[in-house]
């Protein structure tokens, strides 16, 4: 093997690891292989007890597209509720999250000297603590049999950030989405 090619797929492994995988779970006794349809559970809407905003209605057009063209690239076909092998919904909620930072303010003091009774040798190491507020998103995927039970979920939550452009909360959502769509369907 080439040597370019050895370091490329090492740099490529090193780089999988480092990614964020979602949750999910599934029924084990669903036939996966046999869903070719879907169709939105009626009404599917965020879920916020206010009206934030990170769960706008241009948010909730965002995910929806994302999910989507994610199935589509599956191979799913999207149909009427009463013709769906699955119906699917979302949920996203945003929680305010506290962390606390522990920093140094300054480098280490060294102190030599000579003091009255003693020679004296120390040192000094001080910190700055603080507690910092951030929002954090989680985007719930589910999938539901004609049934009406629960067979699929997938979740992911990620620390939100306010200044992004519009591309950038799309580009967002569509990695999230992939990242939580990447183990549906299951395989046996």
Request: proline residues 3%; positive net charge; glycine residues 4%.
């Amino acid at each position: 093997m080439n040597t370019k090619m050895i370091v490329g797929l090492l740099l490529c492994l090193s780089l999988a690891g480092c990614q964020t995988t979602a949750n999910y779970d599934y029924d084990n006794s669903v036939n996966f292989s046999r869903i070719s349809t879907y169709a939105w559970v009626v009404e599917s809407k965020k879920s916020s007890d206010d009206n934030s905003y990170y769960l706008s209605d241009i948010s909730h057009r965002r995910m929806i597209d994302a999910i989507d063209n994610t199935l589509s690239q599956k191979g799913l076909t999207k149909v009427a509720p009463a013709q769906a092998d699955v119906l699917v919904n979302y949920h996203a909620a945003i929680k305010t999250k506290r962390e606390r930072a522990i920093e140094p303010t300054h480098g280490f003091y060294w102190n030599f000297g000579h003091h009255y009774h003693s020679n004296h040798v120390g040192w000094s190491y001080d910190f700055y603590r603080q507690t910092r507020e951030y929002k954090e998103g989680t985007l719930v995927i589910d999938f539901i049999s004609n049934k009406e039970q629960l067979i699929w979920r997938g979740s992911k939550g990620a620390r939100l950030t306010t200044k992004r452009t519009p591309q950038q909360r799309t580009a967002d959502i569509n990695q999230t989405v992939t990242t939580i769509l990447t183990q549906f369907p299951p395989r046996s």
